[in-house]
């Protein structure tokens, strides 16, 4: 079979061994990102792309997919509503969920529509990366289970694990604040700016915006033109 991007008269020939996703995003260049993303990990292949529902309908009825995308706000409507129609067609397609949206009670909606993951938006490329590879660990056991620990361990490979400790010294709420005034400074910040804005001191600002640096979350670099040493600014570059 072949599958590429809906419009564009570009078709890509699509291995049945892999897992055909498509993305719905209405933003193009971060469709574009969110497909680039889902091509570098092993046993998936981007079927196409498409910014609305109706592209993602048409495509669809059009081409086989085992996974879709989602983005939750479209220009035509809601992506729950998307995948209500979807059901109601018979379509199988899995959903994981790429949205900026936190509102639990829609969450639950989306679990009971059977969208298997959540992804959070800004999200870096290592964190899709485990949600596809998890869905595809899932995607993969058949057969009959040999009992409840079987079940449970199939249900759980869907599952995100806990998030990883944070270094000694540092809190959630504290980076959390400093995550917020770095993303907000269009320029970025130095750790003494940093300091100012969340009320702590610039050793303390400067350890959680390493930390964001190490986890590629933020970049770092010299700033220039100043008497002296040449002061770290740091800019946000998670996605």
């Known amino acids: 079979m072949r599958a590429g991007r809906p419009g564009r008269g570009r078709w890509v020939a699509v291995s049945p ?18 497909a680039l993303y889902v091509g570098r990990v092993p046993g998936f292949t981007v079927s196409g792309t498409a910014h609305s529902m109706g592209d993602a309908r048409r495509h ?32 199988g397609a899995d959903i994981i969920a790429v949205t900026s949206a936190r509102d639990l009670a ?6 009971s ?7 959070l938006k800004p999200f870096t490329f290592a964190t899709l990366r485990d949600r596809l590879t998890r869905y ?9 289970a040999s009992g409840q620990d079987e079940v449970d361990r199939a249900i759980a490979a869907l599952r995100a694990p806990r998030p990883a400790a944070l270094p000694k010294g540092l809190t959630a709420a504290t ?52 008497v002296g040493r040449p002061e770290l600014r740091y800019r946000w570059s998670g996605h």
């Open 17 to 34: 061994l892999d897992i055909r996703v498509l993305v719905v995003e209405d933003d193009p260049v971060a469709a574009d990102a969110h």
């Open 60 to 91: 669809l009825d059009q081409h086989p997919v085992d996974l879709l995308l989602l983005d939750l706000y479209l220009p035509d409507g809601h992506g729950l509503q998307l995948v209500r129609t979807l059901r109601a067609a018979g379509h």
């Open 106 to 111: 829609m969450v639950r909606e989306g679990v």
């Open 113 to 119: 529509l059977g969208v298997v993951q959540y992804v």
């Open 136 to 144: 595809a660990e899932f995607r993969a056991t058949s057969g009959e």
């Open 175 to 226: 980076l959390r604040a400093v995550t917020d005034v770095l993303r907000a400074a269009e320029r970025g910040l130095t750790a003494a700016e940093a300091a100012a804005d969340v009320g702590i001191s610039r050793i303390t600002a400067r350890r959680y915006l390493e930390h964001l640096v190490d986890g590629g979350r933020a970049a770092r670099a010299p700033q220039y033109g100043q």
